[in-house]
């Protein structure tokens, strides 16, 4: 505040202590605010004293110069508790099942191997996306894990992963992150072919970028032209020819629209099997889903990959096939895909491919 001079004039006004003055009694314009601090060499100097917001730290609650007690740090798990097992036997499974590790029966027999220099095993199971490094853990106490044959409990197992076979729920871990497995809604008057002498469309167009890019990928069998639906497209060769191969007996849906009204009595003669020009074909599951005005729509399951086999056998038995969509190749669906485009598959996908393959 201001103050008065001997003769009664006003004197200049009192500044803080901390602001500097001229030897005119003005205040310096550089002079640090009221209650900001002064430098690093300020702050320095409170918190060495102890002080905080003006304060002595002591004072108050707790006496002078108390300390506040350290907040406890949060514990970190290495392999000091165990993992819940409980959790472990209903944790999601994203494991994705691939061929990169190489079957070697001889490799299974033997069981797990310790490899000193190697990788836990834990560890590989969240590289390879299956689970949290903690969710791997309850996994493996829960019993689900299996290495070249053996289940494995005990934790902190190392192994080799380029070597080992890993299993979760029975299927194989993939490890190769190569591996392409693409779902294509095939749509009508396409070839299913990489490339077409004749100009006409196929899936190669579809997958060109990919090819360009040096993806190498092959389709799974095939669907004529005039029928439409899911094709799977891959560069994993073995998996592709146990697709493929009948022996397997990988089922296939298709949902037909026939001519005719299709009686009951005909689900008992296609389960019995029905002779074509190549051989007798029995189907897995013939469903007659709606008649309507002399044409009738069926969801026929089999495991045949002839040539041209769900026309042939209809047309055999007097229902000539108007349209046809290949709905499921095993447990993939087609779902709401469009027509001409491509997906990627789900671990759980490609895990069911490989159990059904025996891989």
């Known amino acids: 505040m201001a103050t008065a001079g001997r003769d009664g004039t006003p004197g200049r006004r009192r500044t803080d202590k901390n ?27 409170n918190a060495a004293s102890g002080r905080r917001g003006g304060k002595p730290a002591g004072k108050g609650a707790g006496g002078a110069g108390a300390q506040q007690p350290a907040q406890a740090k949060k514990r970190h798990r290495k392999g000091s508790s165990q993992p819940d097992v409980k959790a472990g036997r209903i944790r999601l499974n994203n494991a994705r099942p691939a061929r990169h590790q190489g079957p070697t029966p001889d490799v299974e027999e033997q069981g797990a191997t310790y490899v000193a220099d190697g990788v836990r095993l834990q560890k590989v199971l969240a590289q390879a996306g299956v689970a949290s490094r903690r969710g791997a853990e309850e996994l493996i106490a829960a019993g689900r894990v299996e290495v070249d044959g053996e289940i494995v409990t005990e934790q902190g197992l190392r192994i080799n992963p380029d070597t080992a076979i890993i299993r979760v729920d029975g299927a194989r871990v993939i490890m190769d992150e190569t591996r392409q497995y693409l779902a294509l809604n095939k749509p009508k008057g396409w070839q299913s072919t990489m490339s077409d002498d004749q100009g006409r469309p196929c899936v190669g167009d579809i997958v060109a970028e990919r090819v360009m890019s040096g993806q190498r990928l092959f389709h799974v069998g095939r669907l004529d032209a005039d029928t439409e639906g899911l094709l799977l497209l891959t560069n994993d060769g073995e998996l592709a020819n146990r697709l493929m191969h009948p022996s397997y007996e990988v089922p296939k849906t298709y949902l037909a629209w026939v001519r005719g009204e299709v009686p009951r009595s005909l689900v008992r003669t296609l389960r019995d099997g029905v002779e074509l020009d190549d051989g007798p074909v029995a189907v ?31 047309e055999e038995v007097g229902f000539p096939v108007q349209a046809l969509v290949r709905t499921h ?6 779902g709401e895909q469009r027509p ?3 997906r ?7 895990g069911a491919l490989y159990k059904a393959v025996g891989l």
């Open 19 to 45: 602001s500097k003055t001229d030897k005119n009694g003005r205040a310096d314009r550089n002079a640090t605010p009221r209650g900001k601090a002064t430098g690093d060499r300020s702050r320095a100097g």
């Open 340 to 342: 001409g485009s491509l």
């Open 284 to 314: 897995d599951g013939f469903t007659i889903l709606g008649v309507h005005q002399g044409e009738s729509q069926v969801r026929i399951v089999l495991h045949e990959g002839r040539n041209r086999i769900v026309r042939r056998l209809m």
């Open 344 to 350: 990627v598959l789900g671990r759980d996908e490609i």
């Open 329 to 334: 190749i095993g447990t993939v669906a087609l």
